[in-house]
């Protein structure tokens, strides 16, 4: 029965995704602020694609978090 429980809880542990998982940045060679959201303001003024993408490789790529989402 011990088991089954840590087993059960294992699952609904590792079945939730934590908040923020997934950011968004603009795809621009000057560009250096991630986002949480895609209607972020500061990305108001990105003329390239937006892409989404997780958090660690927005920071493997030297981005940091947007002032707008502290």
């Given at each position: 029965m011990k088991k089954v429980l840590v087993l059960l809880?294992?699952?609904v542990i590792t079945s939730f995704k934590t908040v923020a998982d997934d950011v968004y940045i603009c795809d621009s060679?000057?560009?250096t602020k991630?986002?949480?959201s895609d209607t972020c303001?500061?990305?108001n003024a990105c003329k390239?694609?937006?892409?989404?993408l997780t958090v660690?490789?927005?920071k493997k790529?030297?981005?940091?978090l947007c002032?707008?989402?502290d």
């Open positions: 809880l294992f699952f060679k000057y560009a991630y986002h949480y303001r500061g990305l390239h694609e937006i892409v989404k660690e490789k927005a790529r030297g981005f940091t002032g707008f989402e």
